[in-house]
């Protein structure tokens, strides 16, 4: 049996305490219901396509911030 990770949760299932209890409380952001953690839907798969559409931007950002960082450093 292959070993699950939080990554390929399907279902809104609270990372933290399981819960089916997460509530979108916008895009990309859920939050429990029941222990009241707040939740970035890049985390897990929460919302179809919304996952693809943050991994993407911070992707994007994080390339950029790190080309700035080196620009910095350089001079
Ligand atoms: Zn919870």
């Known amino acids: 049996m292959p070993k699950r990770t939080t990554n390929n949760i399907s279902k809104q299932t609270c990372p933290q305490c399981q819960a089916d209890r997460l509530q979108r409380q916008a895009t990309g952001i ?4 029941r222990c009241e953690a707040t939740v970035a839907g890049g985390a897990f798969e929460a919302d179809t396509g919304a996952k693809e559409t943050i991994e993407k931007a911070i992707r994007e950002g ?3 911030l790190e080309e700035i960082q080196e620009q910095v450093i350089d001079e």
């Open 62 to 64: 994080t390339e950029e």
């Open 30 to 33: 859920w939050e429990c219901k």
